[in-house]
């Protein structure tokens, strides 16, 4: 059989349907909470549909579950290119990302089917298995360096829990109903329901806290002539948050688009309303010419600096070998450098109280995590990908590390709703 003829066997209409029927599926989660509906049975329902129709499944349709399933869940990442005068690029960049996560399904149906052939041909059950584990690990697994596509994110608002071994126990429920052709085995999913979480010790909110929220979309923010009216915005709600004795105030990721630290006049302001009230808030940051994205802590007539420890593909850091990186760099980002990551997470005291540092992207990876954080401050600028789906699927990455980690979570964003997510749950 020649090339030709292999690859349009993956064009069958069948296989192309079903790849995309389960990739809607996985995402109905997604766009159901984007338009403001939250509704845990539904969400169980269409979680467990997706992955028993998934793990039946050959590896064509895993190849076209991938390629729509990034097409529905990340087709916003290409949006910034407007931003740069690259609108062109955007159907681009979203069938760039879709091939790659749809030929990273098709390697591990691939080597799913591969295994079971040379080494076990008898088992018929084997490949069901496997196709199981893959899902397991595809948490570990990140194309293009983006970490934000977890399988079992379809349960965060659901009544399964979002822990590996309750989602091991719901695709162990599918193998053996799959592999005995018997429904009675999908009771054990009963077993992955989050029962723990209803004699779990929660940490009380920390009170008097303004979540800073600005609506200043990304053309204006960096046009100099506007400048000063966003200064006098800022300052306008670190002052009322004063008259209103709130103790700390949080402002969203580069409120100021500028570099801070060479910007005296304004530390100084900042400095002397320290002394009432506690101030994070994100700006640049010069380091001997290293550009950081940062976040500064004011209190007590001081202030401290605390960078970004991961990096957002190809918006700061490009992951790409270096001699690509640069041809990227000078033709959509006019050849400016790549940030500089900290090498770990920051962490700092306000009034008795630790908080983890995080910047927008990196609140949703695993290792601002490390040692598991009671309480975090996480400050965003979602106006690079405004309107879409990207503040949606934020919200709930956050919820599911919040119920993961055990982490309150203080989110102050610019394009987008500010919030609190409290042992899962969100408060407005």
Not at 223 to 233: C, G
Request: with cysteine; glycine share 4%.
């Amino acid at each position: 059989m020649n090339i030709s003829i292999k690859i349009k066997e993956y064009f069958n209409l069948n296989k192309v349907t079903m790849g995309f029927f389960i990739a809607f599926l996985s995402a109905t989660f997604l766009y159901l909470d984007w338009l403001g509906v939250v509704n845990y049975l539904l969400n169980t329902i269409l979680g467990i549909l997706t992955f028993y129709l998934l793990i039946k499944s050959c590896k064509k349709t895993w190849f076209w579950f991938g390629f729509f399933m990034a097409a529905l869940w990340f087709w916003w990442i290409s949006m910034s290119f407007a931003n740069y005068g690259f609108a062109w690029a955007i159907p681009l960049g979203v069938l760039v990302v879709s091939t790659v996560f749809g030929f990273t399904f098709l390697f591990f149906a691939s080597l799913s089917d591969w295994i079971s052939n040379k080494f076990f041909p008898a088992k018929n059950y084997l490949p069901l298995v496997l196709k199981a584990i893959s899902l397991l690990v595809f948490s570990y697994i990140h194309p293009l360096g983006f970490d934000w596509y977890k399988p079992e994110l379809l349960f965060t608002n659901s009544f399964i829990g979002i822990e590996k071994w309750q989602f091991s126990l719901v695709l162990l429920a599918i193998v053996l109903t799959l592999y005995k052709k018997q429904l009675l085995f999908m009771l054990i999913i009963i077993t992955a329901y989050p029962y723990a979480s209803h004699f779990q010790t929660i940490e009380p909110l920390t009170q008097n806290i303004e979540l800073s929220n600005f609506q200043i979309n990304v053309i204006d923010k960096w046009k100099p002539e506007l400048q000063q009216k966003h200064i006098a915005m800022i300052f306008n709600k670190i002052d009322k948050a004063i008259v209103e004795k709130k103790s700390l105030i949080i402002l969203p990721e580069s409120i100021f688009a500028l570099f801070l630290n060479r910007q005296p006049i304004l530390l100084e302001a900042l400095l002397k309303r320290s002394h009432t009230i506690n101030i994070v808030l994100g700006s640049l940051y010069i380091d001997n010419d290293t550009p950081r994205n940062s976040t500064y802590i004011f209190k007590d007539g001081n202030y401290t600096v605390a960078n970004k420890i991961v990096l957002v593909p190809f918006g700061e850091a490009n992951p790409l070998p270096s001699f690509m990186s640069s041809w990227i760099n000078n033709l959509f980002f006019d050849g400016a450098p790549d940030y500089v990551a900290a090498k770990a997470p920051t962490d700092y005291e306000i009034e008795g109280k630790i908080y983890r540092n995080a910047i927008c992207y990196e609140a949703c990876s695993e290792p601002l995590y490390e040692s598991q954080p009671k309480r975090m401050i996480v400050i965003s600028n979602n106006g690079w990908v405004s309107p879409s789906l990207e503040p949606t699927q934020q919200k709930i990455l956050l919820q599911y590390y919040s119920k993961k980690y055990g982490t309150t979570i203080y989110h102050s964003t610019n394009m987008s709703d500010s919030y609190i997510i409290h042992n899962g749950k969100v408060i407005k």
